[in-house]
């Protein structure tokens, strides 16, 4: 019974098409033939609460509460035998159109020239482009925007941090971390400004993403 609920379910796997050229994103998570074995799974895990049901209309010199508890309890154990029998969804990849810069690239906030590659030579945790006219820039989504400003000074070799330390709460294993998105612009320019650097703050690549950019002045 347990494969009927998962063939009835409206939130099965949906399918994504790998097809050459394109082709539909979702479809069916399980083909016609995996949807057959799927239910004659289904009915050999309900077969025994269907025959406990039956012998207990039969034999009448047992209650058929303890008739429905064992076709209950083997119905139960049928499924978890049969846990592994079900048929993977079928998984399909409309293959990515190329494009022009694969989020790795980026146009420079001062001289604004274009396709930024990003620099792959040194490893840090968000991207970092530099530009010939000797700006540098790296960015993230929102919420990481004060480890982006850290990880900018760091490069810079500014020995200062935007970010603020971790608070602990009333529970051991929880603290909480304040963050003001415009306060890390605020204070990121005011450290850049003290080291002869100038600050400018771009669209990100995607939405809800920034980019920072500092030069020296």
Same mark, same amino acid.
């Given at each position: 019974?347990?494969?009927?609920?998962?063939?009835?379910?409206?939130?099965?796997?949906?399918?994504?098409?790998?097809?050459?050229?394109?082709?539909?994103?979702?479809?069916?998570?399980?083909?016609?033939?995996?949807?057959?074995?799927?239910?004659?799974?289904?009915?050999?895990?309900?077969?025994?609460?269907?025959?406990?049901?039956?012998?207990?209309?039969?034999?009448?010199?047992?209650?058929?509460?303890?008739?429905?508890?064992?076709?209950?309890?083997?119905?139960?154990?049928?499924?978890?035998?049969?846990?592994?029998?079900?048929?993977?969804?079928?998984?399909?990849? &409309?293959? +990515?159109?190329?494009?022009?810069?694969?989020?790795?690239?980026?146009?420079? =906030?001062?001289?604004? !020239?274009? %396709?930024? *590659?990003?620099?792959?030579?040194?490893?840090?945790?968000?991207?970092?482009?530099?530009?010939?006219?000797?700006?540098?820039?790296?960015?993230?989504?929102?919420?990481?925007?004060?480890?982006?400003?850290?990880?900018?000074?760091?490069?810079?070799?500014?020995?200062?941090?935007?970010?603020?330390?971790?608070?602990?709460?009333?529970?051991?294993?929880? &603290?909480? +971390?304040?963050?003001?998105?415009?306060?890390?612009?605020?204070?990121?320019? =005011?450290?850049?400004? !003290?080291? %002869?650097? *100038?600050?400018?703050?771009?669209?990100?690549?995607?939405?809800?993403?920034?980019?920072?950019?500092?030069?020296?002045?």
């Amino acid at each position: 019974m347990r494969h009927w609920c998962i063939l009835m379910s409206p939130s099965a796997p949906p399918a994504m098409g790998f097809v050459a050229g394109g082709g539909p994103s979702r479809g069916p998570g399980f083909s016609a033939s995996d949807q057959r074995r799927i239910f004659w799974l289904g009915l050999v895990e309900a077969t025994p609460l269907v025959g406990a049901f039956t012998a207990g209309s039969w034999i009448e010199s047992i209650p058929l509460w303890v008739w429905g508890c064992l076709g209950a309890v083997l119905c139960l154990a049928t499924c978890w035998k049969l846990r592994h029998q079900t048929p993977w969804p079928v998984i399909h990849v &409309s293959p +990515q159109q190329p494009s022009e810069d694969h989020g790795t690239q980026a146009d420079c =906030g001062w001289c604004g !020239r274009r %396709g930024i *590659e990003c620099d792959s030579a040194s490893v840090h945790l968000y991207p970092l482009w530099k530009c010939p006219c000797g700006a540098v820039g790296s960015g993230a989504w929102l919420p990481d925007l004060d480890e982006v400003a850290d990880q900018l000074l760091a490069v810079l070799g500014i020995d200062a941090r935007v970010g603020e330390p971790c608070v602990p709460t009333d529970h051991p294993g929880i &603290s909480i +971390q304040r963050y003001d998105v415009n306060q890390v612009e605020r204070d990121l320019g =005011g450290i850049l400004q !003290r080291h %002869g650097y *100038e600050f400018r703050v771009a669209p990100g690549l995607e939405r809800n993403t920034r980019l920072f950019w500092a030069r020296k002045s």
